[in-house]
């Protein structure tokens, strides 16, 4: 195994660093050559960093919304230079015929970090109903609510009430990271602020007697 540190190239006559957008590619990713790695923004462009080799990223370098300088480490890859190797052919045998089984149903239930099976009538409803779905027991192939399933679980919890189903807890505020465009366009919109006047008053004096 070889490794390839990719440098930011000169996007840009003068330009001295990037600011980084968006990654197109996570570590541990294979890419191919010409692969599109990242969306870098300079005072005069946005421009796409395609990859020049084909390999596995190892590390990259920079979050979006830091700066990168031109040169500087980018995205390090590692390279498979062992050819790989043909096995010889094998020969198949028959499989034994499997012996019939009795098909039962299997309960299981959601492990925390794993997205529930369910159709999206039922998300809707346990949504509404203000139920985990990660909670309900599923009885349906692989593990898959129904709304048997959700029915059960209704009636079995105590927190449960028929007249007025619960809410599940919403919460409106999203924290945005300004990078980017929106970033100039906000440094633009507070450097106006601070520069130009809020408002004008004008008065006016009688310098009559003064004359």
Not at 3 to 20: C, I, N, R, S, T
Not at 81 to 100: C, F, G, K, L, Y
């Amino acid at each position: 195994m070889t490794h390839y540190v990719f440098k930011l190239p000169d996007v840009g006559e003068g330009m001295a660093e990037a600011e980084v957008i968006a990654w197109h590619v996570a570590v541990g990713d294979k890419v191919l050559e010409d692969q599109n790695l990242v969306d870098v923004m300079t005072d005069k462009a946005t421009v796409e960093i395609t990859s020049p080799i084909s390999g596995v990223v190892v590390s990259l370098n920079g979050q979006p919304g830091e700066m990168v300088a031109i040169g500087a480490p980018l995205v390090e890859f590692e390279l498979d230079s062992v050819e790989p190797t043909i096995a010889a052919p094998q020969r198949s045998e028959p499989a034994p015929t499997p012996s019939a089984t009795p098909v039962t149903t299997r309960e299981t239930r959601v492990t925390a970090g794993e997205r529930a099976l369910a159709s999206p009538a039922i998300r809707k409803r346990a949504q509404d109903m203000g139920v985990d779905l990660q909670s309900v027991t599923g009885t349906g192939p692989d593990g898959r609510i129904s709304h048997a399933d959700l029915d059960r679980y209704l009636a079995s919890s105590r927190n449960h009430t028929a007249d007025r189903p619960q809410q599940a807890p919403r919460n409106d505020i999203e924290e945005v990271k300004l990078i980017g465009l929106r970033r100039r366009i906000a440094d633009k919109m507070q450097e106006s602020k601070r520069r130009i006047p809020h408002f004008s008053y004008v008065e006016e004096i009688d310098m009559t007697e003064l004359e």
